[in-house]
C-alpha cells in the first residue's frame, strides 16, 4: 500500500486433479484449498511512495507474503529497505518499512471491490508507526483493466492532520505478447503531502511477463516544489526498474 499505492487487487489461486481408473468413470475434481499462500520478492532500482523515494534514489529491496482464504479475507505482510536519511520524515530514522493488511476482496461479476487497513511500521523509528483503512473497486473497460482507490489515514498521536489519497490505476495487455503498460495517477492532501498544499503523482511503465519472474520499468514524478525541500532530489521524477518473483 502503501499501496503503494500498495495498497491491493489479490487473488486467490486455485488447483484441480482429475483422477480416473481405466474402465470407470472420472471422479469429480477435488476442491480448491480453502486458504491460498502467495508470495513475492524483488528488487526495485528507487523505492518510490505516492510519487517520492524513500529509498534516497538508490536500489531497494522488497518482500512480501499474503494468506487469501476463499472467502476473500485476507491477510499480508510487505518489506521494503529505505532510506533513514532521506525518508526522515516519514521513519524517523528507520532502514525498514513493514506493511501490515488485512481486508476483504473478492469479485461480484466483473467488478472486484476491495477493503481494508494498512498498519505502516518503521522498526527502530520512534513514534512512526500509523494505521490508514482503504477501499478500491477494479474492473474491465473492454481490454483495459481499470482500478480506482481512496486512503484515510485519520489523525493519529504522531501526525499532526488527516490525510487522504486517491487514485487511478489503468492497465492494457499488449495481444500476443507478455507486456502489459500500465499508467496511474493519484492526488493526496494532508499530512503526508510533504508541506505542499496538496500533491499530485503520476507514473508511466510497462512490465514484461516470463514464467515466475516480471521484468517492470516505469517513469514515476509529482508536482512538488524541488527547492522547497532540503533532500530535493527524493522528490525528482525518474525512471524505476524492478525485477520481481512471484511464488
Known sequence: MKISNRGVSLFALSAAMLLGNVGHAQEAAAPAPAITITGTAAFVTDYRFRGVSLSD??????????ATHSSGLFVGIWGSSIDPIGATATS??????????????????????????????????????????????AGAVGPLSVTLGANYAPNQGNTAEDNIYVYGLGAIGIPNSPIT???????????????????????VGADFKYKFLTVGVQYIGNNLDRNSFASSHNRKDGVVASVTAAF
Open 57 to 66: 534514489r538508490d536500489i531497494a529491496g522488497q518482500a512480501s507474503i499474503t
Open 92 to 137: 524517523n530514522g528507520s532502514s525498514q518499512e513493514i506493511d501490515l493488511t488485512a481486508g476483504f476482496s473478492k469479485a461480484f461479476g466483473a467488478i472486484t471491490p476491495t477493503v481494508g487497513v494498512i498498519g505502516y511500521v518503521y522498526p527502530g523509528g520512534h513514534d512512526v508507526a500509523y494505521y490508514e483503512p482503504f477501499v478500491s473497486v
Open 181 to 203: 503498460v500500465k499508467a496511474s495517477v493519484g492526488y493526496e492532501n494532508g499530512a503526508f503531502d510533504y508541506g505542499s498544499s496538496s500533491k499530485i503523482d503520476y507514473m
